[in-house]
């Protein structure tokens, strides 16, 4: 299959370390076919930028049409553009490109100076930047400093975090669709790299340990490169960060000196399949991440959900031992309810079962169940305060994820399980997220850092062995266990049990996107 191309309009590096060089070996890390497209030539080495020339306009318009008439692209990345005059011959491709083929991404990396020192822009091209670019930006990935230049404020405030989203915020009102503020130039935090996330999928403290190494030359291009060449692997921007941030880290800690000064990071593939590099993604503004588990719970297994006690002791009665209660806003009263709920703690304390409550976790907490499971609309509602008293309360927690700004924000508060799906289409509800498939759900089970639950139109025995054979701790099962639970579960059982013996296959290097940006 043809790899989708990324164009990245950007500036030359003579040591060999950022702009287009970087841009290069992130594009290839994630299995793009990157145009290099000079913008300017900068005469540089490890410790200085001597000289930056900007290219013709007229050859940068060459560029961009050779490339159009056969190479058009799936995203663009634009780094260093030398002058205003280059920034406009980029934006009119840019915009007949997406009158042509769609909604097409760009990705702007606002080279606004050199780690070294050197300033790259004068003050017509930030004015371009701040009024032409950002209104047609699909990402922007400034630092904390650009993104206070980009503003017009004082970069000196830009480094306290607590200013950070109000950045964000500002440079969305700008025309950007969405905002990362990197922090790896930032020693807000000895232990964290911590990027702001601000995007139409979600907001937030993207987090990672940090890496100590003075080899860090190119980690913005590579950064904002590994975003637009996800974007062009269909990946929305709240995904495309999560990998753009998982292939920096890599990069970094494979960089190595190559003159005096620091040295470049060097992107390859083969860092989305080491859980090492998962990010972690905050539920607010403030950067709070729960410690991780050491236990070692018994696998969940077969997992039933249902919707109502005389359900629960049907399952029971088969055999299952990891149980759901979903009852929706359907129920009559509250008394109800509160009956359904304390009858099924009880049911399933007579037999050793673990018992999770769908979406009611207050009624939980006060009944008595062990284990509660939200989605993250739930648990995003019940803000800083609410998700304080569920952590303090003790009660098992499983999360939702059907995405990788999801699953990052699920292991911010290591819960016991983090569910995966739709493994395969479902009708039990409607969502707007394309099937995970085993790939994705073989690709989870890997990279999560706690147990995994497949979740998702597991109808037949078969579905749940290949499920369990991924790797899945527990199995979810709704529609599939049918009117007679006695006659269903004995064969689920022993699929699960199947499964779990197959032998281990890797997973894939990187997850398929899971909703597009037209879907969102």
Known sequence: MTPPIVWSVAGTDSGGGAGLSADQRAADALGTHLCPVVAAVTAQNSVAVTQVQ??????????????????????????????ADNLRVLLRWVDQLRADHGPIPLV??????????????????????????????????????????????SPEGACEASTVPALARALRERGAQAVVITGGDSAASDDLV?????????????????LDTPHHHGTGCTFASS???AMALGHVPADAVVLAKMATLHALQRGRAAGQGAGPVRAAAGFGQDPSWMPMLSWGEVPTFAPPRDTLDEPLGLYAIVDSVARIKQVLAAGVRTVQLRIKADVADAARLR????????????????L???????????????????????LAALGPSGQAVLAASGIELGISSHSLWELARARALA?????????????????????????????????????????GGILAPEQAEAAAACGA??????????????????????????????????????????????EF
């Open 54 to 83: 900007p290219v013709p306009p007229d050859w940068l318009d060459a560029q961009l049409a050779a490339l159009a008439a056969d190479m058009p692209p799936r995203a663009i990345k634009c780094g260093l553009l030398g002058s």
């Open 108 to 153: 702007v990396d606002p080279v606004l100076g050199a780690s070294t020192g050197r300033a790259f822009v004068d003050e017509a091209l930030l004015a371009a930047y701040r009024d032409e670019l950002l209104p047609r930006a699909t990402l922007l990935t400034p630092n904390r400093r650009e993104a206070a230049l980009l503003l017009g404020e």
């Open 194 to 210: 911590l990027d702001w996330l601000d995007t139409p999928q979600a907001a937030g403290w993207l987090a990672a340990p940090r």
């Open 227 to 229: 975003a637009a060449a």
């Open 339 to 354: 009956a359904e709920i304390q009858a099924a703690v009880q049911a399933c304390r007579a037999v050793g079962a673990l």
């Open 356 to 378: 999770f409550v769908n979406d009611h976790w207050e009624l939980a907490v006060e009944l008595g169940a062990p284990g509660v499971h939200l989605g993250q609309e739930d």
């Open 415 to 455: 819960p016991r399980y983090i569910a995966c799906g739709p493994v395969w289409p479902t009708l039990t509800k409607a969502m707007p997220w394309r099937s995970q498939g085993l790939d994705n759900l073989r690709w989870w089970c890997h990279m999560a850092g706690r147990p995994v639950v497949a979740i």
């Open 473 to 518: 701790d527990g199995v979810c099962v709704v529609r599939g266990l049918g009117a007679w639970p006695e006659t269903t579960v004995p064969g689920f059982r022993q699929a699960v049990a199947a499964g779990r013996l197959a032998p281990i296959v890797a997973p894939p290097p990187l997850p398929h996107a899971m909703l597009a940006a037209a």
